[in-house]
């Protein structure tokens, strides 16, 4: 997932991003797998990619995205607003995103503060439910944050209770296999979550426990849109439907 590091943190990132690389299952990709070929395409976006040139990204296919729009309980993505607000000008459905620091704050913290700055949603078709991007910290060698599996699907719950509270939609889960088996045992207590798979690959491949297929999968970390490349499982019509809620 593009992320928005302190440059002191830059050694550290590419060492996680290197590490996450791998485990999300392969080699980059070129275009779009052919098995998904015709799906709607879609991205995502970070303080990384600054100021977007959204009516390119709209010509170029994009029919969706998702913003970050914070980190742990301290951080908001300075470029939000020209992100968030410029998709939507550009006629193309948006929504925000959270990038978990389970270490550092509880879930319902995270989602309070999420919620707060951007993390909020309204049936009106064109904002997709938050998000919660929960995966390797950037930050540290350990994988799971320090945290037991038990204690990080309390977190992953409390986040999401508070989120559907605040909002009236749970969140999607960003996410990839590999971590999901190592850091919650594969726990299934979240399938009534859309998922939102990371794998970069020709194939989704196997999903984790509880989901029986992807609603957005993450297949490249670069490509013909800005930041990250994305698809939404269905068509167009059901994207909005999805959107709406």
């Given at each position: 997932m593009a992320r928005d590091h302190k440059p002191s943190l830059r050694r550290a990132r590419i060492a996680a991003v290197s590490a996450a690389t791998l485990a999300l299952g392969a080699t980059a990709l070129a275009e779009i797998p052919v098995s998904a070929a015709g799906k709607p395409k879609g991205h995502d976006v970070s303080s990384h990619q600054k100021n977007v040139d959204w009516q390119k990204a709209k010509s170029k296919g994009a029919r969706f995205v998702y913003v970050k729009a914070t980190e742990s309980h301290t951080y908001r993505n300075p470029y939000y607003s020209q992100q968030y607000n410029g998709a939507r000008n550009a006629g193309i459905i948006r929504g925000a995103y959270h990038?978990?620091?389970?270490?550092?704050?509880?879930?319902?913290?995270?989602?309070?503060?999420?919620?707060?700055?951007?993390?909020?949603?309204?049936?009106?078709?064109?904002?997709?439910?938050?998000?919660?991007?929960?995966?390797?910290?950037?930050?540290?060698?350990?994988?799971?944050?320090?945290?037991?599996?038990?204690?990080?699907?309390?977190?992953?719950?409390?986040?999401?209770?508070?989120?559907?509270?605040?909002?009236?939609?749970?969140?999607?889960i960003y996410t990839n296999t590999n971590w999901w088996k190592k850091c919650t045992g594969n726990s299934a207590a979240f399938a009534n979550h859309a998922l939102w798979l990371a794998r970069y690959s020709s194939s989704a491949g196997t999903l984790p426990a509880g989901w029986q297929y992807w609603t957005f999968w993450q297949y490249d970390n670069s490509g013909s849109l800005p930041g990250d490349q994305n698809l939404f499982n269905g068509s167009t019509t059901a994207l909005r439907k999805f959107a709406r809620g």
């Open positions: 990038f978990a620091l389970p270490n550092k704050s509880s879930g319902k913290t995270q989602a309070q503060y999420f919620v707060r700055n951007g993390g909020s949603w309204k049936a009106d078709g064109w904002t997709l439910p938050p998000a919660l991007d929960i995966e390797f910290n950037p930050y540290s060698s350990k994988t799971c944050h320090g945290m037991s599996k038990t204690k990080m699907i309390s977190w992953i719950r409390s986040f999401s209770s508070e989120v559907k509270r605040l909002t009236g939609r749970r969140p999607v």
